[in-house]
């Protein structure tokens, strides 16, 4: 099971948010929306350490980069991977 939260963030703090996130390890999905529009959709593999994800989204990340200095604010939907009791 996962769960979805939602985190409307300037555009010059979407990047860290971004990784913020990513280091949190949890995460199965990211998710940019402007506009009401989804931008960046970005898989993470469960399972995978955040340094890791960090290498490989390396590029993603760049193009996070680029689009945030062009939006003044967007919506990142983070979808959590619950952990088992």
């Known amino acids: ?5 939602k985190f409307t963030v300037s555009g010059k ?6 990784k913020q996130l990513i280091r ?4 199965r999905r990211v ?3 402007h506009e009401g ?14 340094s890791m994800i ?3 989204a390396a590029p993603l990340l760049a ?10 604010e967007c919506t990142i939907e983070v ?3 619950e952990e088992k009791r």
């Open 63 to 72: 193009a996070i980069g680029a689009f945030a200095a062009l939006v003044t």
């Open 24 to 27: 949190e390890g949890n995460i």
């Open 13 to 18: 703090d979407v990047l860290e948010k971004v």
């Open 37 to 50: 529009k989804t931008i960046i959709d970005i898989p993470l593999t469960i399972g995978a350490t955040a």
């Open 31 to 33: 998710r940019l929306i």
């Open 79 to 81: 979808e959590k991977v």
């Open 54 to 56: 960090t290498i490989l």
């Open 1 to 5: 099971m996962s769960e979805t939260e």
